[in-house]
């Protein structure tokens, strides 16, 4: 049988009172440019905007920064891949056999190539963010390493995968029904790798809320930087969305149309994962501009560290991000009550005055 034959054959037979149409079915296109239009100017606009916050506003670009820039190009390209297939996000019986014979398989394999690159970039920012802030304390440090090893596990043992399952061998060539078969097999990697990717947008989320929930600081602050990094339940919510399309795609025949949405999913997750990075940023730029507004004068901000004898240790690099103003702060090393002791480092600092707060051993503004 010859390919022009394949034009009119379905991809699968179709379910019982219903026809296979050829012509004007119903398909995902609509709704995975609608996402990927949304996704894609969100993401811009908040990457701009840390950017924008980094390069001039406080002038102290991080490697975060350019890490975050790296995400976006790979999102949207991976977003073109997929978009280059939405037409065929239709109903099985509605796909006829021939489009799995053109150039389908080096668009899907391109695109699907993109979203492991896509998901381990949008993991990179955060954490790179978290290890810059905290990474003086050894046992966040190797936290936040073994979350680094398990994203780019978790993201890029798909590769080899894809190269397997979802690429012809040397002797099948691009246009072999052999590829559609076998492609399927790579659909239960998708399960585990689902359920993998809950726990550790998960983990992210949780990893840097005990040294915010333990800073000493005034509570309106406090507050604030934990609502910034509470942002990231967003990538979580996104996971289990996902999962749950996952399951669909594995578990049923109609793989393009309950692909569709499954992409869409990937979509918003890969995505949300990047905005929730320059969630920070975005909140010290706001932040700059209220206090710009509202006084001429510098705001300085309290940090309350606490010494509970003459030697201690507070683990929080000096060289923080300076758009985290409330998260900028040095080690503190044998510091004593009367504020002297070897542990200021590199940093011009003060002792609180009367009319800001409380004198408190070890409180100090940072200027």
């Known amino acids: 049988m010859n390919q022009s034959d394949y034009t009119q054959i379905p991809a ?12 004007d079915p119903p398909s995902q296109e609509a709704t995975m440019i609608a996402v990927s239009t949304v996704m894609m100017a969100l993401t811009l606009a908040f ?6 916050t980094s390069f001039r506003v406080t002038r102290k670009p991080g490697l975060e920064d350019w890490l975050c820039i790296v995400a976006l190009v790979l999102s949207f390209g991976h977003i073109s891949g997929v978009l280059l297939l939405s037409h065929k996000t239709r109903h099985m019986w509605d796909v006829p056999l021939s489009w799995f014979l053109d150039d389908y398989w080096k668009i899907r394999l391109f695109a699907n190539l993109f979203q492991s690159f896509a998901y381990f970039s949008s993991r990179l920012p955060i954490l790179m963010l978290y290890l810059r802030i905290f990474g003086e304390t ?11 090893a398990l994203v780019f596990a978790v993201s890029l043992v798909a590769i080899p995968l894809l190269s397997y399952y979802c690429a012809p061998f040397p002797s099948e060539g691009w246009h072999s029904l052999a590829v559609f078969a076998r492609c399927k097999n790579i659909l239960n990697w998708a399960i585990i790798q689902g359920g993998l990717d809950i726990f550790l947008d998960l983990y992210i989320f949780i990893l840097p809320l005990p040294i915010v929930l333990r800073l000493h600081m005034p509570k309106r602050q406090k507050l604030g930087v934990l609502a910034v990094f509470l942002t990231g339940f967003l990538a979580v919510l996104a996971s289990v969305v996902g999962f749950y399309y996952r399951y669909r795609l594995t578990y049923t025949n109609d793989v393009n149309w309950n692909e569709g949405i499954y992409i869409c999913t990937i979509i918003v997750e890969i995505n949300i994962a990047t905005i929730c990075s320059c969630m920070p940023a975005c909140y010290a730029f706001f932040r700059h501009i209220t206090e710009q507004r509202s006084s001429s004068s510098p705001v300085h901000h309290v940090l309350q560290p606490e010494l509970p004898n003459t030697s201690s240790t507070f683990f929080v690099k000096q060289d923080s991000p300076a758009w985290l103003p409330e998260l900028s702060l040095v080690e503190l090393r044998d510091v004593r009550e009367d ?9 011009e600092t003060e002792p609180l005055s009367n009319d800001s707060a409380p004198h408190k051993p070890g409180s100090y503004h940072v200027v």
């Open 339 to 347: 504020g002297s002791g070897n542990g200021l480092r590199d940093v």
């Open 138 to 148: 050894r046992g966040f440090r190797i936290a936040c390493y073994v979350c680094l």
């Open 47 to 52: 990457v701009s905007l840390r950017l924008y």
């Open 12 to 23: 699968v037979p179709p379910p019982a009172g219903q026809t296979s149409n050829f012509v």
